[in-house]
């Protein structure tokens, strides 16, 4: 039996930009595996799939019929394929206390060892989120056995007070999965992909942590999916070319802890914020 492989201070990492389909988990979980099976071809020590890559994005009512629980069979050829690298999946999570959370699921070594579920679910614009999915509580790392991960799902990341909130104590990596639309223009990169290539960029160099994006691709519904994946290291450099912007790919970037810390001396930005400022706003608008 395959098992994961000692931690290492440098390993790959693998961003899987697929196009997933609506309702249809045995069509998107081929699509799993044969990233997988690509991405360990590459040497990576971590994959990383898009926000709901199991079940598709534009569920709505749907959301209800496609939730999983961490037991459901579709879920098993998943943790036998992380016994040799972990994988990070995005799913409907069905709640025990009842609800479904927008939640991306960690495994490593054939197990669960640990779930971000979204904490801003928009409401504004094509999205509908608050209406099928319960909020998560908690921003928490998820450790696996190369490190610690900030895990966040899409419009987490639009709040960059979470990329602050993880550089406190500061994680070894943020890894940010999404499913993000674009408009139709002219060019390479559609404007979406732009955008957060600009957010991905601002996370990583305030926070001084390389960032991992991980964005689907294909139509859904008549909505266009951007891609554009990519990976920025804590100073703003690129760590591999971003993605195609409508192609399905692996893209693998290196990840560094010494390339990490060498940052962080450089540039101790974290370590001088200031947490009283944010205590007095807190306390100015409950007043």
Not at 132 to 147: C, D, I, K, Q, S
Not at 161 to 181: C, E, M
Not at 226 to 234: E, P
């Amino acid at each position: 039996m395959k098992t994961i492989p000692p931690a290492t201070d440098e390993f790959p990492v693998a961003l899987a930009q697929i196009a997933t389909r609506p309702g249809q988990p045995r069509h998107n979980l081929r699509r799993h595996l044969e990233a997988i099976s690509r991405a360990r071809s590459a040497g990576a020590r971590l994959v990383v799939f898009p926000e709901l890559s199991l079940s598709g994005y534009l569920l709505n009512h749907g959301v209800a019929e496609a939730a999983m629980t961490l037991d459901d069979p579709l879920l098993a050829p998943l943790r036998e394929a992380s016994r040799d690298l972990a994988i990070l999946v995005g799913l409907p999570l069905r709640e025990a206390g009842g609800g479904i959370s927008n939640a991306a699921v960690l495994l490593e070594g054939g197990r669960v060892c640990g779930i971000h579920r979204k904490l801003y679910l928009p409401t504004y614009g094509m999205f509908d989120e608050g209406r099928f999915f319960v909020a998560g509580r908690r921003l928490e790392p998820l450790t696996f056995n190369f490190g610690t991960l900030g895990v966040l799902i899409c419009e987490d990341a639009w709040h960059l007070s979470s990329s602050v909130f993880l550089s406190h104590p500061p994680v070894d990596a943020i890894i940010v999965v999404a499913g993000g639309p674009s408009e139709i223009e002219d060019g390479p990169v559609p404007a979406g992909a732009r955008r957060w290539h600009w957010l991905v960029g601002a996370m990583a160099i305030t926070s001084v942590t390389p960032v991992y994006f991980a964005n689907r691709c294909g139509w859904e519904e008549g909505v266009l999916f951007g891609g554009g994946s990519w990976a920025v290291d804590g100073r703003g450099a690129s760590l591999v070319e971003a993605a195609p912007a409508c192609q399905e790919t692996v893209l693998v970037a290196p990840f560094s802890r010494p390339a990490v810390a060498w940052a962080r001396t450089l540039v101790p930005v974290p370590r001088m914020e200031r947490f009283e400022l944010w205590r007095a706003a807190l306390e100015n608008a409950g007043a």
